[in-house]
């Protein structure tokens, strides 16, 4: 069963922007860990922002800080990441992930249990 759907993704150049977005379809009430994360090709998945629901508390990678945002609006019960400045290293696949009913202290794909079915982010030179 799919909780998370993502869009957004696309193809744009370098400075440019676009916004994701992720629709969670497994939302608890208790507070979830809502991340993105991104993989390139032949390397690992990476964690470039998290978003604590409960709190409302939001943590990026240093390689994402200050030109990506993540944000949460309950009551779509979605969850954006809004990228300016794209850089050619951006490149990637983007996923996004939940870990439910816990905050954001643990950060590695492997503690995340939902993951959407990702989407393609190019950014071009």
């Known amino acids: 069963q799919v909780h998370l759907v993502e869009s957004g993704g696309g193809s744009v150049q370098a400075g440019g922007s676009l916004r994701l977005s992720c629709v969670d379809f497994?939302?608890?009430?208790?507070?979830?860990?809502l991340a993105w994360f991104r993989q390139a090709l032949g390397k690992e998945r990476e964690g470039v922002a998290y978003?604590?629901?409960?709190?409302?508390?939001?943590y990026y990678s240093e390689s994402v800080e200050g030109r990506f945002t993540i944000s949460r609006d309950s009551a779509e019960k979605t969850v954006y990441l809004q990228m300016n400045s794209l850089k050619p290293e951006d490149t990637g696949v983007y996923f996004c992930?939940?870990?439910?009913?816990?905050?954001?202290?643990?950060?590695?794909?492997?503690?995340?249990?939902?993951w959407g079915q990702g989407i393609q982010v190019t950014v071009s030179s």
């Open positions: 992930a939940a870990n439910r009913g816990l905050s954001c202290w643990r950060k590695d794909p492997a503690e995340f249990g939902d």
């Open positions: 497994g939302y608890t009430d208790s507070g979830d860990c």
């Open positions: 978003i604590y629901t409960g709190s409302g508390n939001a």
